[in-house]
């Protein structure tokens, strides 16, 4: 997001706006935060969190104040074609959803394979790299143990 904004702020645009469900609001003392959507099942600030001062201040979110429903019946509305679209868990700027490749390309260098492990630090399978995971994933993981289990990111 950093690019964009310096780009847009470079060819003379005064705000950038975006699609993630969150909210922008400027406090009494001048600052402004970062927060949540109306809608908690879409909420994205989790990966906004670092955005700064700065960029929060050139940067609109106007979909954070609706539902998901919302968006789409105003899409429906003006005949907009993602009215429709399926939901995405995807990144939204990868179009063929090979995040780990973006990277992969992106940073010259490929993420080593590894364990899976569980709270207790017992290994409890093989990974093709951290790259291929997101937080709080569960499918794709090709681990079977007879219960749900999901990435976390970090340990205890």
Do not use: W
Not at 23 to 52: E, F, H, M
Not at 70 to 96: G, M, T, W, Y
């Amino acid at each position: 997001m950093e690019s964009l904004l310096k780009r847009s702020l470079d060819i003379g645009a005064d705000y950038i706006a975006t699609g993630h469900y969150a909210q922008i609001d400027r406090l009494p003392n001048g600052r402004y935060a970062l927060k949540k959507s109306v809608t908690a099942a879409k909420d994205q600030t989790y990966a906004l969190y670092n955005l700064t001062q700065d960029q929060l201040a050139c940067t609109l979110m106007p979909v954070g104040a609706y539902s998901k429903d919302q968006i789409r019946a105003i899409a429906d509305q003006i005949n907009l074609n993602v009215a429709h679209k399926p939901d995405s868990q995807e990144i939204c700027f990868i179009p063929d959803h090979d995040y780990a490749g973006f990277i992969e390309e992106n940073a010259g260098e490929r993420a080593p394979e590894g364990n899976f492990v569980d709270l207790d630090g017992q290994v409890i399978g093989r990974h093709k790299g951290i790259t291929h995971y997101t937080v709080g994933q569960r499918k794709g993981l090709n681990l079977s143990l007879g219960y749900p289990v999901f990435c976390c990111g970090d340990t205890p």
